[in-house]
């Protein structure tokens, strides 16, 4: 009744603070909505970018239904991300927070939650980097980096409505059930009240888009599946510490294949924002193929998202199943990373290089 009680709690605060941030917009929407002009903006109109406060609501509502010992653990998460979620309400705000900035905000909260709970990586299951990680220095430094990292890989693929939301609920989920398998209450209640916090924004958000994430939303939710990937097999030995490589597998792949083709690109940056992230292929050609087909064209944006959760899908599926084990771990990695590459393959090959090929025709018919 407990677990009942947190996430419906979350849920429900969660979801009518959207709904007034929804309402009230005309009265804060110069400084809060997202506009429709940008290389990765795909939305109609005018959209509030303020949904990590509907998180925020939720989780802190929640949080106090909570045990004492799950509330002391949940309290600590919560304030140790305040860099990173105070970075990203910034963002959202004024828009002129640069990634460089933000990334450093996200990679401080991650030090800061190292330090004040003691918690870091302490093995990896890889041959030379668990010899490493024996040297505390190295453990908590290298913490902090990947969580900074999962933090702005989540809000890379926060591109299309429910994306990064419906990932995060469904990787919450695998937590979740990792945690009941293992009776580790403190952590169940801990995933619970994030999915009903995160669930409450997503039904204003998918499919009809009128609530953004938002960057605060997407670092919050992204530092809190990074935090409990960490802390879940340290409390619970039995796990292997590679379920949240696994579990994050897309938005991590989507990050270093981003990193890759931007640096390999001329004229770009790391940093800099394009239109050829995954999710932007698919909404441009698979999505809007379907949404044709299906004769409801107005649901490519949230069809783009229903393909791409597959990934996330399969890779907790994979975690759930085999994590006790870190050879069906990695197994599992390479299959999303192979799915990936497929599908981006598929999705490139429809889109702008076919246009280049077709080009290069006809300027050189001979070739």
Same mark, same amino acid.
């Given at each position: 009744?407990?677990?009942?009680?947190?996430? *419906?709690?979350?849920?429900?605060?969660? =979801?009518?603070?959207?709904?007034?941030?929804?309402?009230?917009?005309?009265?804060?929407?110069?400084?809060?909505?997202?506009?429709?002009?940008?290389?990765?903006?795909?939305?109609?109109?005018? *959209?509030?970018?303020?949904?990590? #406060?509907?998180?925020?609501?939720?989780?802190?509502?929640?949080? =106090? @239904?909570?045990?004492?010992? *799950?509330?002391?653990?949940?309290?600590?998460?919560?304030?140790?991300?305040? /860099?990173?979620?105070?970075?990203?309400? #910034?963002?959202?705000?004024? &828009?002129?927070?640069?990634?460089?900035?933000?990334?450093?905000?996200?990679?401080?909260?991650?030090?800061?939650?190292?330090?004040?709970?003691?918690?870091?990586?302490?093995?990896? +299951?890889?041959?030379?980097?668990?010899?490493?990680?024996?040297? /505390?220095?190295?453990?908590?430094?290298?913490?902090?980096?990947?969580?900074?990292?999962?933090?702005?890989?989540?809000? #890379?693929?926060?591109?299309?409505?429910?994306?990064?939301?419906?990932?995060?609920?469904?990787?919450?989920?695998?937590?979740?059930?990792?945690?009941?398998?293992?009776? +580790?209450?403190?952590?169940?209640?801990?995933?619970?009240?994030?999915?009903?916090?995160?669930?409450?924004?997503?039904?204003?958000?998918?499919?009809?888009?009128?609530?953004?994430?938002?960057?605060?939303?997407?670092?919050?939710?992204?530092?809190?599946?990074?935090? #409990?990937?960490?802390?879940?097999?340290?409390?619970?030995?039995? =796990?292997?510490?590679?379920?949240? $490589?696994?579990? $994050?597998?897309? /938005?991590?792949?989507?990050?270093?294949?981003?990193?890759?083709?931007?640096?390999?690109?001329?004229?770009?940056?790391?940093?800099?924002?394009?239109?050829?992230?995954?999710?932007?292929?698919?909404?441009?050609?698979?999505?809007?193929? $379907?949404?044709?087909?299906?004769?409801?064209?107005?649901?490519?944006?949230?069809?783009?998202?229903?393909?791409?959760?597959?990934?996330?899908?399969?890779?907790?599926?994979?975690?759930?199943?085999?994590?006790?084990? /870190? =050879?069906?771990?990695? @197994?599992?990695?390479?299959?999303?990373?192979? @799915?990936?590459?497929?599908?981006?393959?598929?999705?490139? $090959?429809?889109?702008?290089?076919? &246009?280049?090929?077709?080009?290069?025709?006809?300027?050189?018919?001979?070739?």
């Amino acid at each position: 009744m407990t677990y009942i009680l947190d996430i *419906t709690t979350a849920f429900a605060v969660s =979801f009518l603070m959207a709904l007034l941030i929804i309402v009230t917009q005309r009265f804060h929407g110069v400084l809060t909505l997202d506009g429709d002009h940008g290389v990765q903006k795909i939305h109609a109109s005018p *959209t509030p970018r303020i949904g990590g #406060i509907a998180l925020l609501a939720g989780g802190v509502a929640a949080g =106090f @239904l909570l045990a004492p010992e *799950t509330q002391k653990l949940w309290w600590t998460i919560c304030l140790c991300a305040i /860099p990173a979620f105070g970075s990203g309400v #910034i963002e959202d705000l004024t &828009k002129k927070v640069g990634a460089k900035w933000r990334l450093l905000a996200t990679v401080l909260a991650g030090l800061i939650f190292c330090l004040v709970t003691g918690y870091r990586l302490e093995r990896a +299951d890889i041959l030379g980097l668990d010899f490493l990680l024996t040297y /505390p220095a190295f453990g908590i430094a290298l913490s902090a980096f990947v969580i900074g990292g999962v933090a702005n890989a989540l809000n #890379i693929i926060d591109g299309v409505n429910g994306l990064a939301s419906g990932s995060a609920i469904i990787i919450l989920s695998g937590f979740a059930v990792l945690a009941g398998q293992a009776g +580790d209450g403190e952590m169940l209640s801990i995933c619970l009240v994030m999915i009903g916090a995160i669930a409450g924004f997503f039904v204003l958000n998918f499919p009809a888009g009128r609530i953004f994430f938002g960057d605060a939303g997407a670092y919050a939710t992204g530092f809190v599946l990074a935090v #409990i990937g960490i802390i879940l097999p340290l409390r619970n030995p039995e =796990f292997s510490p590679l379920i949240a $490589l696994l579990a $994050l597998s897309y /938005p991590i792949i989507e990050t270093l294949v981003s990193i890759y083709r931007r640096t390999r690109r001329e004229g770009t940056n790391p940093g800099e924002a394009d239109r050829l992230h995954l999710h932007s292929l698919v909404y441009r050609y698979r999505a809007k193929r $379907l949404a044709d087909l299906l004769g409801r064209p107005n649901l490519r944006n949230s069809l783009t998202s229903v393909i791409l959760w597959s990934l996330t899908l399969i890779a907790t599926t994979f975690m759930v199943l085999g994590a006790h084990s /870190p =050879f069906v771990l990695v @197994l599992g990695g390479a299959f999303v990373f192979w @799915l990936y590459t497929l599908l981006y393959r598929r999705v490139a $090959l429809l889109g702008p290089l076919r &246009k280049f090929w077709r080009t290069r025709r006809h300027i050189h018919p001979g070739e």
